[in-house]
């Protein structure tokens, strides 16, 4: 069964770019035509980031789309986030997801990225 | 992108059925039938429960159920179970932009 894990500094400074990967295991990332990330601020709901396609076709939220770069690398079976200027308002878990169609259904675990300097 | 409105908290007894609105609006609930509903706990990744209003992923028990009526959206829970206790998204395409937006979030206890 498809597993997803997310890897990356668990701490960033403000100003700094906040810099993590999906990895996917058990199947290949071409399993699904889409992936997205999804963060969760503390004791908040949750928001979608953005979604990059296998050919790398990225739709983003559009109240981060200026800071947001998704990515995908299929010779690696996995897709990055890229999220700059961050302010300590980005400090939250961050999720790698798997499309379902026009829904998410395997999740990885979360990390959580928090800013501070 | 407006979050999707869901009550904040919903509680019922064991074996009671309890229900979950989010209402969206006529650029995401009302114009796509693709809502999804996540169950959340604590410290765990959400779990997909429902998808595209009504369906339900292979595994997932029968007691859960999906509608739709306009802008609204429902999940309801049948048999409540002390092991339904958690948090509860829903989720929708937009064609604002286009993309997805959450709902804010129902807090489920099993009384």
């Known amino acids: 069964q498809v597993q997803l894990q997310e890897s990356g500094p668990g701490l960033v400074e403000p100003s700094g770019t906040l810099s993590l990967t999906c990895a996917v295991s058990g199947g290949s990332i071409s399993s699904s035509g889409y992936w997205s990330w999804v963060r969760q601020l503390p004791e908040k709901g949750l928001e979608w980031i953005g979604q990059i396609s296998l050919s790398g076709s990225a739709t983003y939220n559009p109240s981060l789309k200026s800071r947001v770069t998704i990515s995908v690398d299929k010779s690696k079976n996995q897709f990055s986030l890229n999220l700059s200027s961050v302010t300590a308002t980005d400090t939250a878990i961050y999720y790698c997801?798997?499309?379902?169609?026009?829904?998410?259904?395997?999740w990885g675990q979360g990390t959580l990225v928090t800013v501070s300097s | 992108q407006s979050a999707l409105t869901q009550p904040a908290s919903v509680s019922g007894s064991p074996g009671q059925s309890i229900t979950i609105s989010c209402t969206g609006t006529?650029?995401?609930?009302?114009?796509?039938?693709?809502v999804s509903w996540f169950q959340q706990h604590p410290g765990k990744a959400p779990k997909l429960m429902i998808y595209?209003?009504?369906n339900r992923p292979s595994g997932v028990s029968n007691r859960f159920s999906g509608s739709k009526s306009g802008n609204t959206a429902s999940l309801t829970i049948s048999g409540l179970q002390a092991e339904d206790e958690a948090d509860y998204y829903c989720n929708s395409y937009s064609r604002s932009s286009p993309g997805y937006v959450f709902g804010t979030g129902t807090k489920v206890t099993v009384l």
């Open positions: 595209d209003v009504s």
């Open positions: 006529s650029s995401d609930v009302g114009y796509y039938n693709y």
């Open positions: 997801a798997r499309h379902f169609g026009y829904s998410f259904d395997y």
